[in-house]
């Protein structure tokens, strides 16, 4: 079994700072790309930023410039430093990984449970 499991949601006040953390465990040979998506209430789930295992990273333009992608290889676990939070920045924050659990497996994407954001004062 493979588990994902985000940690760092929170209330802050617009303009603050924030860092979600998401650790994956469990039986994992290889972890390729991993990412953070969030979901606003009444919207769909959208894209913040992926990293490949090689350090690579993609943003959405919303965030660009504010927030940070980075991974711990050795850890299994992936960041996300989120600057200059604004009200717009609420959601639920979900982060994926695309995970082999054994050598010859092909990888499939898993899933945290989310932790909630919000930027309010």
């Known amino acids: 079994q493979v588990q994902l499991v985000e940690s760092g949601g929170g209330l802050v006040q617009p303009g603050g700072a924030l860092r979600l953390s998401c650790a994956a465990s469990g039986s994992i040979f290889s972890i390729n790309d991993m990412g953070w998506y969030r979901q606003a209430p009444g919207k769909q789930r959208e894209l913040v930023a992926t990293?490949?295992?090689?350090?690579?990273?993609n943003y959405a333009d919303s965030v660009k410039g504010r927030f940070t992608i980075s991974r711990d290889n050795a850890k299994n676990t992936v960041y996300l430093q989120m600057n200059s939070l604004k009200p717009e920045d609420t959601a639920v924050y979900f982060c994926?990984?695309?995970?082999?659990?054994?050598?010859?497996?092909?990888?499939?994407?898993?899933w945290g449970q989310g932790t909630q954001v919000t930027v309010s004062s």
């Open positions: 994926n990984a695309d995970i082999a659990r054994w050598r010859f497996q092909p990888p499939r994407v898993y």
């Open positions: 990293i490949t295992s090689g350090g690579s990273t």
